[in-house]
């Protein structure tokens, strides 16, 4: 029964420094981000978001991602957090992923305040 148990515990360990190994590290991510082709895909998503809402592409002045908010996303992806106009209310939060070489934001989601002010 011991022997199990160690043979449990140590396949256990090789799991979690496996799974440990395979999480890209915050600097890793953050480079990712960083590459023009995936600025140029977030962009282009703001630029969708602000016209969708509110008709027009001349509300959104500025944008900046909060790096220290990054984070991997449980089903693949990294989770980013974009703020607008300099203003920590107006948020887009994206999940930005790679698919056959290819980078594209899965999924947006706008905060009430930034949603409020695209409309008027």
């Given at each position: 029964?011991?022997?199990?148990?160690?043979?449990?515990?140590?396949?256990?360990?090789?799991?979690?420094?496996?799974?440990?190994?395979?999480?890209?590290?915050?600097?890793?991510?953050?480079?990712?981000?960083?590459?023009?082709?995936?600025?140029?895909?977030?962009?282009?998503?703001?630029?969708?978001?602000?016209?969708?809402?509110?008709?027009?592409?001349?509300?959104i002045i500025n944008y900046e991602?909060?790096?220290?908010?990054?984070?991997q996303n449980a089903g693949g992806?990294?989770?980013?957090?974009?703020?607008?106009?300099?203003?920590?209310?107006?948020?887009?939060?994206?999940?930005?992923?790679?698919?056959?070489?290819?980078?594209?934001?899965?999924?947006?989601?706008?905060s009430k305040e930034l949603a409020?002010?695209?409309?008027?």
């Amino acid at each position: 029964m011991k022997k199990v148990l160690k043979l449990v515990a140590i396949l256990f360990g090789i799991g979690i420094i496996a799974g440990c190994i395979n999480t890209p590290s915050k600097e890793r991510m953050n480079e990712e981000l960083k590459k023009p082709e995936v600025v140029e895909v977030i962009e282009k998503t703001i630029k969708n978001i602000e016209k969708n809402i509110s008709g027009e592409n001349n509300k959104i002045i500025n944008y900046e991602i909060d790096y220290e908010k990054t984070h991997q996303n449980a089903g693949g992806g990294i989770e980013v957090e974009v703020f607008i106009n300099g203003n920590r209310d107006f948020r887009i939060d994206l999940l930005v992923d790679k698919s056959q070489n290819k980078y594209r934001v899965g999924t947006s989601v706008v905060s009430k305040e930034l949603a409020n002010f695209l409309e008027q």
